[in-house]
């Protein structure tokens, strides 16, 4: 069974500050990481992905991936209150399409 | 650009019934997906189709089914809706082999079976 594990929250971060996302997941042969963000009755929307080890930014997010700990977790810099959503980490395992598997998500909630 | 369509918004629907939840993108992706959403369960994948012609079971394939008759159009049928399929349901495509590409999401479609 692939799992894919995140703290649900609520995450409250100063607006400003950096807000940090962590997700573990189970299946060592995953390939691909993503990062979704989904505001209340939207549809998600990917913000991020990361294949190799290491960081890699894109604006005011930073994805990070270690495999060997099996962890992936995405920084918000300078934190606005429109950051505010749940956000989904979603891992690929290979071997087919068989899509990707969710975590159950974090809230975050950036305080003005 | 249109992306993906799906199609109700919403309903509501009779234990019992059937219901086909529609599906249709523009992209000219292999691969589509279709997902329910629950509290506290986050996303799971129902079927999926690699392209078409093809389909495969996801998580929760039980009470559902799908075909692909052509590249666009992904259709999810409920034959006989139980309440426990109350859920907001997303359908997906992927241009990326093996699923590793990106997701696109439709609007999604919420069901409420009484």
């Known amino acids: 069974q692939k799992e894919v594990e995140q703290n649900s929250g609520p995450l409250s971060v100063p607006e400003g500050a950096i807000a940090s996302l962590n997700c573990t997941y189970s299946?060592?042969?995953?390939?691909?990481f993503f990062w979704y963000r989904q505001y209340s009755g939207k549809s998600p929307e990917l913000i991020m992905f990361?294949?190799?080890?290491g960081d890699k930014e894109d604006g005011r997010f930073t994805a990070q991936l270690n495999k060997a700990s099996q962890y992936v977790s995405l920084l918000i810099r300078d934190s606005q209150p429109s950051d505010s959503a749940t956000y989904l980490c979603a891992v690929h395992s290979g071997g087919g399409a068989d899509g990707l598997t969710f975590g159950k998500g974090t809230h975050l909630i950036i305080q003005p | 650009t249109a992306g993906i369509t799906q199609a109700p918004t919403s309903q509501i629907l009779a234990a019992g019934r059937s219901m086909t939840l529609r599906c249709t993108q523009d992209?000219?992706?292999?691969?589509m997906y279709w997902y329910r959403q629950d509290l506290g369960l986050g996303l799971r994948l129902i079927h999926y189709?690699?392209?078409?012609?093809?389909?495969g079971k996801g998580e929760v394939p039980d009470g559902y089914s799908v075909s692909r008759a052509n590249t666009d159009d992904f259709p999810l049928t409920l034959a006989s809706a139980v309440p426990s399929q109350t859920s907001v349901y997303f359908c997906?495509?992927?241009?990326?082999?093996?699923?590793?590409?990106?997701?696109?999401f439709g609007e999604g479609s919420r069901l409420t079976v009484l």
């Open positions: 997906a495509s992927s241009s990326g082999t093996g699923g590793a590409g990106e997701l696109f």
């Open positions: 299946d060592r042969g995953s390939q691909s």
């Open positions: 992209m000219r992706h292999n691969a």
């Open positions: 990361i294949y190799s080890n």
């Open positions: 189709s690699n392209t078409a012609g093809t389909t």
